[in-house]
T-cell receptor
């Protein structure tokens, strides 16, 4: 089954404790990205990657890191989480960046930083 | 400036009735794409429908149709014959040629279908 797999589904942590949210897709998609969802703000892009070893900042990259060492994986790293990073996070992928290319989303990671 | 505006935070609709979700957008690109996604309470994002800026006809997918008014920069989603399972949050999103690496999302509209 074609899918984007994100883990964990829920995560509670404390300020400053490094964490990684994993993302993997099995569709051989070139393009992957991370979004965060906050009430009243919709989804905002954190980082994106157009191919292996090619990543760039989105609209809200502060406090996050990513890497794309393999085509299928695109982990999101919070080196020193803070409470304002409490949010619902989505990994997404698509075959290309064509206008009509829809994003496939992971099931989301609800992160709480205490 | 907000690229996508969804002015209805929440709506109620009676089962079997139609509901229209408003979406206006702002872009100076001549070529762009508009998407609608559904997010049920379980949290996943489900693609519903797509409209290209140069498409001559309004997009339809089953009970979903997109009322695309290019001059008004609006892309309203119409759900016909609402079902209880349509209760969810709905997001309008846009991809522009000049920013093709991302979708810009609206704040979303929560729809509650009443029996």
């Amino acid at each position: 089954e074609a899918q984007v797999t994100q883990n964990p589904r829920y995560l509670i942590t404390v300020t400053g404790k490094k964490l990684t949210v994993t993302c993997s897709q099995n569709m051989n998609h070139e393009y992957m990205s991370w979004y965060r969802q906050d009430p009243g703000l919709g989804l905002r892009q954190i980082y994106y990657s157009m191919n292996v070893e090619v990543t760039d900042k989105g609209d809200v990259p502060e406090g996050y890191k990513v890497s794309r060492k393999e085509k299928r994986n695109f982990p999101l790293i919070l080196e020193s989480p803070s409470p304002n990073q409490t949010s619902l996070y989505f990994c997404a992928s698509s075959l290309s960046r064509s206008l009509g290319e829809k994003l496939f989303f992971g099931s989301g990671t609800q992160l709480s930083v205490l | 400036a907000q690229k996508i505006t969804q002015t209805q935070p929440g709506m109620f609709v009676q089962e079997k009735e139609a509901v229209t979700l408003d979406c206006t957008y702002d872009t100076s690109d001549p070529s762009y794409g508009l998407f609608w996604y559904k997010q049920p309470s379980s949290g996943e994002m489900i693609f519903l429908i797509y409209q290209g800026s140069y498409d001559q006809q309004n997009a339809t997918e089953g009970r979903y149709s997109l009322n695309f008014q290019k001059a008004r920069k609006s892309a309203n989603l119409v759900i016909s014959a609402s079902q209880l399972g349509d209760s969810a949050m709905y997001f309008c999103a846009m991809r522009e040629t000049s920013n093709d690496y991302k979708l810009s999302f609206g704040a979303g509209t929560t729809v509650t279908v009443r029996a």
